[in-house]
C-alpha cells in the first residue's frame, strides 16, 4: 500500500496573522561567516522581541516599544559582558520576510563578535536556525508560494544580470501566476465533465469529444512551453558553457583573453601552447559564460598535449554552444577539416578570426559547412559585443520572455512532466471512446501535479528538499 504523504497547502496567500504557531523562536548570521563591515543577527519567532530585550539595550527605550519598521542604536549584551555596539531593526509581525516578529541585530562584522552575538540570542532562549529556515517559515505564514521560495535562493546564488531578472520575476510570482492559470483550465474541464456525468438530464452542456480534445491540447501546449524553455532558463541561471576550439595558432587564447578581459590563456606563436584547458566564467551581455578555452586540434605525439586534446574532447561533448576558430587570413587547411567532424551535431558559431589581416579563408565554402559566420579581430574590444549577440540569439536567450513563468529546477520540470502525462492519457481516452469518468481520473492527476509544482498541496519531503539547497541564515 502506498505510504501516506502529509500534504499542507502551501499557497500564496497574504494572511494578516503569523498561521504557524508553536514553533520555536529562531536566530542565525544572516551575512557570510567572513569578516566585513557589518554582521546581521536575525531572530524570528513569538519571543523575538523578548530575546532581542535581552541581548540589546537601546538608548533611551525598550525593544518592546519600538514599532515595526524601526531601527535603533544600542549596545549588545552577553548576560552582564558587554560585546558590542550597534543597531536593531525591528519587524512586526505579519509584515516581516517570515511572517513572525522578527529583530535583526547589525553588528561590527568580526567573526568571533557576530559568533558571541549568536551564542547570546541562544542563551537568551533562541534555537538556532536550520538552512532556509526563515524563507521555508514566510512559505509556512503563506508570505510566498513555493517557487517563489525557490526563486529565493536562485536570487542568492545568481552569477548574472540575466539570471537575476529571471530569478527577481519568479519571485514575483510568474510561475505561480502561470501554475494558477493552468489550474484553473484543468479545474473548469473537470466540472464540466463532472456537471455532465452527475446530471446528464440536466439543462448541463453536452462535453463531446471534439470539446474535451480542444481543451486538452490547449493546456497540453502550455505544458509543452513550459518544458521548451526549460533549457534555455537552465542556461541562464546556470551559465552557457562555451568551448573555444580550433587549430592551434587560430587565435583561441587571444580570444579567450579578449572576453574574459585577463591575461589567463598563454597566447604565442608558436603551435600547440595550450596544453591544457584553460577555463574562466565572464558576464556577456546579461549573460554568464562558462568558457573554456581548448588546446588546438591536430595529430600531436607529445603525451601532455595528448591529455590536453583527450580533455578538449570532453569539453566539447558537454559544451552548450562551440566558437569553431579559423584563421581568416589562411586557407581552410586539413586541420581545419578534421575540427567540422567533431563538431557537427553541436550548436556552432563559426568565428572567422583576424579580420585585420587580408583575408584568403572562403567564407562562403565554410557557411555551407557551418552556417552563419562571425567576422572579427580577437584583438578588437568590439568583437565582444558582436560575439555576445550571436550566442544569445543562437541559443534563443535573447527571446526568452520570463513573465510568462519559466521553470527554475529540476523538481518543477518533473512536476509539469507528470502533469503532461496525465494531460495525454486523457487525450488518448478521449479518442479511443473511453467513457469522461476516465478522462476526470487524469485530469485530477494532472492538477495534482500542477498544484504540487506551485506548492498548493506540496508534500513535508517535497519542502524538505527544497529548503536543503539554502544556507543558514535565509
Ligand atoms: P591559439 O593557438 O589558437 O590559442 O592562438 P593564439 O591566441 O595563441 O594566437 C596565435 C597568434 O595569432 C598570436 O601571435 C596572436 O597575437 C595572433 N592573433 C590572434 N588573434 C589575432 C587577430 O585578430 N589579429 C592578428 N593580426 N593576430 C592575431
Known amino acids: 500500500m502506498p505510504r501516506m504523504k502529509k500534504k499542507r497547502d502551501f499557497s500564496k496567500n497574504c494572511s494578516e496573522k503569523s498561521e504557524v504557531s508553536g514553533l520555536s523562536t529562531v536566530c542565525a548570521i544572516a551575512t ?40 535603533a542604536y544600542g549596545k ?4 552582564e559582558e558587554r560585546l558590542d555596539d ?37 542563551k537568551a532562549g533562541a534555537e538556532p536556525a536550520a538552512a532556509g529556515e526563515f524563507t521555508k517559515r514566510a512559505l509556512l505564514n503563506g508570505k510566498m508560494s513555493l517557487t517563489q521560495a525557490e526563486a529565493v535562493a536562485d536570487i542568492i546564488s545568481a552569477q548574472g ?21 493552468i489550474g484553473e483550465k484543468l479545474t473548469e474541464i473537470s466540472s464540466y465533465i463532472s456537471a455532465w456525468i ?52 587560430v587565435g583561441k587564447s587571444t580570444l579567450m583573453n579578449l572576453l574574459s578581459g585577463e591575461e589567463r590563456s598563454i597566447v604565442s606563436a608558436v603551435e600547440g601552447t595550450t596544453r591544457d584547458v584553460v577555463e574562466e ?39 552548450n554552444i562551440v566558437l569553431a576558430v579559423f584563421d581568416g587570413s589562411r586557407e581552410i587547411s586539413e ?9 557537427e551535431d553541436k550548436t556552432v558559431i563559426p568565428v572567422i578570426n583576424k579580420s585585420d589581416l587580408s583575408q584568403r579563408l572562403d567564407v562562403e565554402r565554410l557557411e555551407e559547412r557551418l552556417g552563419r559566420c562571425v567576422v572579427i579581430s580577437a584583438k578588437d574590444e568590439k568583437s565582444i559585443e558582436m560575439l555576445g549577440k550571436e550566442i544569445t540569439a543562437r541559443l534563443n536567450i535573447s527571446n526568452f520572455d520570463a513573465n510568462a513563468g519559466f521553470l527554475a529546477n529540476e523538481r518543477q520540470r518533473g512536476c509539469v512532466l507528470r502533469a503532461k502525462a496525465a494531460v495525454e492519457n486523457a487525450l488518448m481516452a478521449v479518442k479511443s471512446g473511453i467513457t469522461p469518468d476516465a478522462v476526470g481520473v487524469e485530469l485530477e492527476e494532472s492538477l495534482n501535479a500542477v498544484f504540487e509544482l ?21
Open 335 to 343: 586541420e581545419d577539416e578534421r575540427l567540422f567532424g567533431l563538431i
Open 281 to 319: 566564467t565572464v558576464n556577456l551581455g546579461g549573460a554568464v559564460l562558462k568558457l573554456s578555452d581548448c588546446a588546438g586540434i591536430r595529430e600531436t605525439s607529445d603525451e601532455v598535449e595528448k591529455i590536453g586534446v583527450g580533455i578538449m574532447l570532453k569539453k566539447l561533448e558537454n559544451a
Open 86 to 122: 550597534g543597531v536593531l531593526l525591528v519587524f512586526r509581525a505579519p509584515y516581516s520576510y517570515t511572517g513572525e516578529d522578527v529583530c535583526e541585530i547589525s553588528c561590527h562584522g568580526g567573526i568571533y563578535v557576530t559568533r558571541r552575538v549568536v551564542s547570546a540570542c541562544i
Open 198 to 249: 452527475d446530471y446528464p438530464d440536466d439543462d448541463t452542456p453536452v462535453v463531446t469529444p471534439e470539446w474535451l480534445t480542444e481543451r486538452l491540447e490547449d493546456v497540453n501546449n502550455d505544458f509543452s512551453r513550459l518544458l521548451k524553455n526549460y533549457d534555455t532558463g537552465k542556461l541562464i541561471r546556470e551559465g552557457i558553457s562555451c568551448a573555444i576550439v580550433g587549430k592551434p595558432n
Open 454 to 474: 506551485s506548492g498548493k498541496s506540496a508534500s513535508e519531503e517535497v519542502i524538505a528538499r527544497v529548503f536543503e539547497r539554502f544556507c543558514v541564515g535565509k
Open 161 to 181: 544580470e540575466q539570471s537575476l531578472s529571471c530569478s527577481n520575476t519568479m519571485r514575483e510570482g510568474a510561475l505561480f501566476r502561470e501554475c494558477e492559470r
Open 32 to 71: 557570510p561567516a567572513a569578516v566585513g563591515g557589518i554582521s546581521v543577527v536575525r531572530i524570528s519567532g513569538e519571543r523575538a522581541f523578548e530575546i532581542a530585550e535581552k541581548v540589546f539595550k537601546p538608548i533611551n527605550r525598550t525593544v518592546r516599544e519600538m514599532r515595526g519598521y524601526t531601527a
Open 76 to 79: 549588545i549584551f552577553d548576560g
